[in-house]
């Protein structure tokens, strides 16, 4: 198993552009998640969702979509990138629900100027 | 809104002395815990979690917790630090159907 996958590793935007943060996993996992983690902010969840078709929103969840079309896929959108969203990406996946460990991938990070 | 508090930003420890990770919780209802580890440029990594029963909590690489509901703590320990120990650790909450990190303390075992 490949894990929770997140596609691209890097990337540098401007300011106004849109991009798709990618994530996958291969686990069968229900529950997802997105969180972005700053310097003494520790990880604050965006939006995450408990199955395929269902998505909800976490604690920064402005300036970001997301969909849930597949169990395995759940992307992250930027609609229109902002300074303010310079971060760390990570993507994680668990069983059944929140009670369960997450698994987190490699992160993405992102600079916009 | 179920929350934790990691109070310390930076604890140092000697190798081979014992370490504790502070955390404190604000839940209403049963809390259901958790700490991670996230080594340098990784994503985080699952110890252990606390959901019921018994106080103390075994997890991975010989990490434990203890959970003491009438201080509203979850601290993490460990009988005798390793140099590899050293990491950001996160201890988090479930709220409802999210997962809330702390801010993270950042573990530095010196040789």
């Known amino acids: 198993n490949a894990g929770v996958t997140q596609t691209p590793k890097f990337q540098v935007l401007k300011t106004g552009q849109s991009m798709t943060l990618q994530c996958a996993q291969d686990?069968?996992?229900?529950?997802m998640s997105w969180y972005r983690q700053d310097p003494g902010m520790g990880l604050r969840l965006i939006h995450y969702?408990?199955?395929?078709?269902?998505?909800d929103q976490g604690e920064v969840p402005n300036g970001y979509n997301v969909s849930r079309s597949t169990t395995e896929d759940f992307p992250l959108r930027l609609l229109s990138a902002a300074p303010s969203q310079t971060s760390v990406y990570f993507c994680?996946?668990?069983?059944?629900?929140?009670?369960?460990?997450?698994?987190f991938g490699p992160g993405t990070r992102l600079t916009v100027l | 809104a179920q929350s934790v508090a990691q109070p310390e930003d930076q604890v140092n420890v000697a190798e081979g002395n014992p370490l504790t990770v502070k955390c404190t919780y604000s839940v209403s209802g049963n809390p259901y815990l958790f700490w991670y580890v996230q080594y340098p440029n990784r994503g985080l990594q699952f110890l252990l979690k606390?959901?019921?029963?018994?106080?103390l909590v075994k997890g991975s690489y010989g990490f434990e917790a203890e959970f003491n509901k009438s201080q509203t703590s979850f601290h993490l320990k460990k009988p005798s630090a390793l140099v590899s120990d050293s990491a950001l650790y996160f201890c988090a909450v479930r709220d409802a159907d999210k997962i809330i990190f702390g801010k993270g303390t950042r573990l530095h075992i010196l040789p």
């Open positions: 606390y959901i019921t029963g018994d106080n």
């Open positions: 969702s408990v199955g395929a078709g269902i998505t």
């Open positions: 686990m069968n996992h229900e529950y």
């Open positions: 994680a996946s668990s069983r059944q629900s929140s009670y369960n460990e997450q698994f």
